[in-house]
């Protein structure tokens, strides 16, 4: 500890200047193995000096170590910033974080068309976390003119991607015509896919059982 540390510390003092490739990668794996060996402390001062030098993992990593509290004080406006420094050098994760962040107004004010823009930002570089979040926003009207279209067509990308609620909602929209026309065939292959590939039990559960209710609309056994 005592030996990554200093190496962090003499990096450090000069972080204004751009690390070299071995630096930062010398840097890079001594914060990962602190970490896995528990010393939180350690791997915060480590990754502190790479975000420091411009790089972007390290900003996002440290954005979320201020925002989970891990290696320092919980602290959502610092969070915010290091995810604003990633997100404009376009680490996906950062900007769907940031929109995140902007939407529930942690770590500053609230800001519906920030969030929307790093959303769209992260959901352009095909996240589907953001894809799904958009479509919530336009299906719920969140800061925007409600828009079912809007909506369908987010999930219709989240949902290729293999994101299962976004699956399930969109087969939802199919099965009432909400955005997109009525087509039960589809509703049923999105609901399939759903709880097939689905994690989570209570999206699982409502996949089967929209699924049921499509069987017995069709006059078929559930």
Known sequence: MHKTLCLALLLAASAAHALTAEESQTLRQAAITAGKQGDDA???AHWQTLAEAGDAEAQLTLGLL??????TAQDSTQARAWLEKAAAQNNITAQYMLGVLYQRGEGGAQDHAKARTWLEKAAAQGSPEAQYRLG???ESGIGVTPDDAQAAAWWEKAAAQGFPVAQYNLGIFYNKGRGVP??????RAW???AAAQTRD???RQAAQKALQDLNKKAGKQP
């Open 66 to 71: 201020h925002y989970q509290g891990d290696g």
């Open 191 to 193: 609901f399939e896919k």
């Open 42 to 44: 350690t791997a915060f």
């Open 182 to 187: 009525q087509n039960s065939a589809k509703a």
């Open 136 to 138: 919530l926003i336009y």
């Open 201 to 203: 039990e209570e999206t």
